[in-house]
């Protein structure tokens, strides 16, 4: 079975920097692809970064040129290098995986607390 854990989380200053990560034990699909989601206080779960099996990223408007999402070689390892930061960015992030044979079985970690204190 597949189990995310995220780390990195913590209380930050505006204008500073954070760097999340998420391990992926278990039976993963490597052709698949990772993603970084965020949940701010009273908001809904949003997409925050994507990268694909060939290293192809997405990345929400509020977080471009700041954020970066990458993963290591065994792809058992998801990262998301967070700059400049501001009030808006404080959320639960949780990483996701998309298994399976057709890339459909949805893995979800349990979160990680980001706080940005201005």
């Known amino acids: 079975q597949v189990q995310l854990l995220e780390s990195g989380g913590g209380s930050v200053q505006a204008g500073g920097s954070r760097k999340l990560s998420c391990t992926i034990s278990g039976n993963i699909f490597r052709d698949c692809s990772m993603s970084w989601f965020r949940q701010a206080p009273g908001k809904g779960r949003e997409l925050v970064a994507r990268?694909?099996?060939?290293?192809?990223?997405i990345y929400a408007e509020s977080v471009k040129g700041r954020f970066t999402i990458s993963q290591a070689s065994d792809k058992r390892t998801l990262y998301l290098t967070m700059n400049n930061l501001k009030s808006e960015d404080t959320a639960v992030y949780y990483c996701?995986?998309?298994?399976?044979?057709?890339?459909?079985?949805?893995?979800w970690g349990q979160g990680t607390q980001v706080t940005v204190s201005s």
């Open positions: 990268i694909s099996s060939h290293s192809s990223t």
């Open positions: 996701r995986h998309n298994g399976g044979p057709r890339c459909g079985q949805i893995y």
